[in-house]
């Protein structure tokens, strides 16, 4: 066999030699990288680990986090991000697919798809006046129903609780699933339908052997994205609750905001860090799965 | 095994205004390899998809075996099909492609390690699409194609994805492969040298219709349309008459392909016809000359036209720019138009 | 046919869901009718609803300023890096995209003590926040301005201004930059986009802007609030619809 795996272009054998005056170049970028990223977040993780005003190293801020209130608080937010990520990842692959079966230059997916780009961004305090306005107590879609003799709210407000909170985060997470799983859509090649097809293949052999477990890896990866996306989302949970702290990033506010009761300052660090842990496990997870989509799909 | 006759039957298909096929009317003998040949957009791949399932065709019918198989979904055709590139599953390993159709047919598995052995890939079975070449991975497909026992075998410009190296080597492979297997075989291709050296008959196409179907040294040496002649090898475009049944070019008198009813025309002479020879009370001189192995190639200007012709290597020191030459036309039928 | 009943259907109950809210800020902001008025006047606003003009204002110098500091530390940085650190392209391109797994919230928590320094040092004017904002745009300005560097082949073109007897000030500002354009330019309005929606470290580190203003707002004047969110959000459309049609030429430009 005379062919071979193509391999990588030969690099030229001479590389730029490292000289003190080429980093120099570099060193505003570091420099500002260090003071405003570096430094916060080293004091994050050395602070979980300090104990209030003194200087020692202590494992009581992080032990805090297992306080039954603190869990609780954890519980919420992972309920929260994980139904919104579900139901965003399921729903915008929906849309996407609608996408991908229409004219790859058509004029409704270009709209769509930058649409989604705005909308995937929209969230914060926008987000939240966007649903006081349309369900919240005197809202346009609140009064209609109300006038039709229905009340959405006859069983409790349930909009500044989990159940709006995960309505509302799906408004940017369905955008956000159009956009990380619509280049995975299009990297599903019509030959393989073609191929499925021409071996004896139904449409159902063709979605469980063929483009079932191509996308599954895009599918859970942009699930996973969707989640560390809606478990470090703030600004919409603060401005659409007013009472309790349901949810960590809420709780860390509490922490950050009433630093005057002793021993908050580094319980805030400590459940900072908790976050950055989560999302540091998902978002591993998720370049994980986006390394076999671009083998795959790429 | 053996083929089945394969008859496409007043195939039409429109896009609007524009005819993809035009009446197409092809016969394949059982285990027959034809290629079609032809421009792009000039329908061959449009007759092969019609035929493997995957387009409906505006009018006509689809015979296999002799059974009307137009109304049949692509997927109980029993068609094996090699697309140009990509069309391995890049989830499955080799042996996993193969295995495909088999699955599918519930048959035995066995067959796929077979199928791989046969398109020289034993030992691959474990690797993924990403791991494999090029012409690896058509290999794969071929195995996974004709894994099925499949009625006739598809293949669409397999090759035109390859380095010419590999294009070469696993053309050769194919017809090995395919005369062992002995299946009815429909080759799409725009290179003309692949054509004629693949298949039992080439049909040249142009705009949805066939121009020629035969045997390749009949489509290379008595081309039946201006169009096969200039699509199918390189052709001379030099000044006639027509004279009954014959048409005098260069003052060399060459039987006629087809019938012409006479006058000025434009024949079309093969640089392998024409020899090329040192005389110095000619007017035509040698233009440029290139070495291309054993054979080289001169261009020669003979009064307003330049004509190029095909030499032995070894006359070329004979035939230095600027040399005054004399040309002699090989009496082969030419085409006119 | 299936198929396309299934698209319609798809498109139609997510056009509802997602319209519905756009549609309901409207009515909501219009009960009202001084409101939208209002907005448009620009005196009368700063002089009802100083806070809300004030954080306007802020936002904007914020949006210009981040803008501005990410694209001299960035696009030099990320051009360099690739002409000649290759070596320390992966440490720049990590620090770049490390923000991603650090939420907003959590920033705010380590940089309060970095805060309090540049309390002491330039005071508390809102503009500070420009540190923490282009922070906050690194990954998706980073990313934006890779890709645009990866279309490229900046070795050869260095080489080939070089070779032609150009500097390296040259090579980056009259070769590289002109064929990066869109990247750059596509950066700048995600900058700008993320920065006029930023709540959580403006509100956190007790500085104003835009979408402070609007929250501070909507405890006593929810009409206001909404159509100011609504002519936030219009303009965020707006902008990023400009920014993928800008692409759009570009892409086309390139494939001719």
Known sequence: MAETATTAPQRAATRPRLRGGALLGTVPFFAFVTIFLVVPTLTVIIGAFTGDGGRGFTLENVRALGDDYILAAFGRSITLSASSAVIGAILGALLAYALVTGKPDGLLRRAVTAAAGVLAQFGGVTLAFAFLATIGLSGFVTQWLQEHGLDPYANGVWLFELPGLTLVYTYFQIPLMVIVFLPALDGIRPQWREAATSLGGSTWHYWTRVAGPLLAPAFLGSALLLFANAFSAYATAAALVSQGSPIVPLQIRGALTSEVVLGQANLGKAMALGMVIVVAVVMALYSLLQKRTAKWLG | MTGVAVHLDGLRRTFGTVHALDDLDLSIAPGELIALLGPSGCGKTTALRILAGLEEATAGRVLVGGKDITALPASKRDMGMVFQAYSLFPHLNARQNVEFGLRLRKRSLQRAVEMLELVGLSGFEDRYPNQLSGGQQQRVALARALAIEPQVLLLDEPLSALDAKVRVQLRDEIRRIQTEVGTT????????????AIADRVGVMRSGRLEQLAAPAEVYLRPATPFVADFVGISNRLPGTVDGETVEVLGTRLPLVGAHSGGPVTALVRPEAITVTPDADSTAKVVTSSFLGSLSRVTVTVGDHLVVAQVPSGDLPELAQGAPVRLTIAPLAVVVE | MARVAFRWTV???????????????AEFSTRDPETWPLLLDWPRLSADYPALAEGILASLAQAALTT?????????????????????????????????TIPAIVLVVGLAPVYAWVNYFVGGSSITLV?????????????????????????????AARSLGSGWFTVIVRVVLPNIRSAVLSAAFLTVA??????????LLHRTNLQVAIDYL???????SVAVSLAALLFAFVLLIVLSLAGSVSAKGKKS
Do not use: N
């Open chain 2, 185 to 196: 075989t429909l080759f799409v291709t725009h290179d003309q040298e692949e054509a004629l």
């Open chain 3, 194 to 203: 993320l920065v006029l929606g930023e709540f959580t470290i403006a509100s």
């Open chain 3, 218 to 224: 909507g405890k006593s004047s929810a009409t206001v």
């Open chain 3, 131 to 159: 540190f923490a904002y282009t922070i906050l745009v690194l990954p998706y300005a980073y990313r934006a301005i890779d890709t645009g560097l990866s279309a490229i082949d900046v070795k050869t073109l260095a080489e």
């Open chain 3, 11 to 25: 498109l139609t109950v997510m056009g509802v869901f997602f319209l519905l809210p756009l549609v309901a800020m």
């Open chain 3, 68 to 100: 501005v500091l990410m694209l001299v530390l960035l696009v030099p940085t990320a051009i360099w890096v690739r002409l000649r650190l290759p070596k320390v392209r992966p440490l720049v391109e990590f620090l770049c995209l490390l923000p991603l």
